[in-house]
């Protein structure tokens, strides 16, 4: 019997570990479980599935928290079922890259190979040739 009592501990902890990647904190989980807004009881089966096939409480955590990295950096929504849809690729998964673009006066901008210069993307689709220094280009995350 002591080795269920264990179990329970660790399904609890990754159930736990899940809502953390989500950005919930044990408080608002219990809270929202009184509420009802949280059903804990409908985790616990997938999160003893997945310490079974990971085979520590540590590996499960690993992958859970690889998956909500990869997922939230292309906004999509995960669950722990989705750890078992992705555990053959887990050594692939990586996050997006955050990919920032340069603008000069909210207008893109382009840098030429050929020429070694930059060029501002005008409203008319027309290049123009950037004149000002490197520290007047504005770098912004592009989703």
Same mark, same amino acid.
Request: charged residues 40%.
């Given at each position: 019997?002591?080795?269920?009592?264990?179990?329970?501990?660790?399904?609890?902890?990754?159930?736990?570990? =899940?809502?953390?990647?989500?950005?919930?904190?044990?408080?608002?989980?219990?809270?929202?479980?009184?509420?009802?807004?949280?059903? =804990?009881?409908? =985790?616990?089966?997938?999160?003893?599935?997945?310490?079974?096939?990971?085979?520590?409480?540590?590996?499960?955590?690993?992958?859970?928290?690889?998956?909500?990295? #990869?997922?939230?950096?292309?906004?999509?929504? =995960?669950?722990?079922?989705?750890?078992?849809?992705?555990?053959?690729?887990?050594?692939?998964?990586?996050?997006?890259?955050?990919?920032?673009?340069?603008?000069?006066?909210?207008?893109?901008?382009? #840098?030429?190979?050929?020429?070694?210069?930059?060029?501002?993307?005008?409203?008319?689709?027309?290049?123009?040739?950037?004149?000002?220094?490197?520290?007047?280009?504005? #770098?912004?995350?592009?989703?």
């Amino acid at each position: 019997m002591p080795k269920k009592q264990t179990k329970e501990t660790e399904i609890q902890k990754i159930v736990n570990h =899940y809502f953390k990647t989500k950005g919930l904190s044990l408080d608002k989980i219990k809270n929202d479980a009184k509420k009802r807004k949280i059903v =804990y009881s409908r =985790y616990t089966r997938p999160a003893k599935q997945l310490l079974e096939l990971a085979g520590s409480l540590q590996e499960a955590k690993k992958a859970i928290t690889k998956v909500a990295k #990869w997922a939230k950096s292309r906004n999509l929504d =995960y669950a722990i079922e989705t750890v078992f849809k992705k555990w053959l690729e887990l050594d692939r998964l990586k996050p997006k890259e955050i990919v920032k673009k340069p603008f000069f006066r909210n207008q893109p901008m382009i #840098w030429s190979r050929s020429r070694k210069k930059w060029y501002v993307i005008a409203e008319d689709n027309e290049w123009k040739e950037f004149a000002g220094k490197e520290t007047d280009i504005k #770098w912004k995350i592009i989703k």
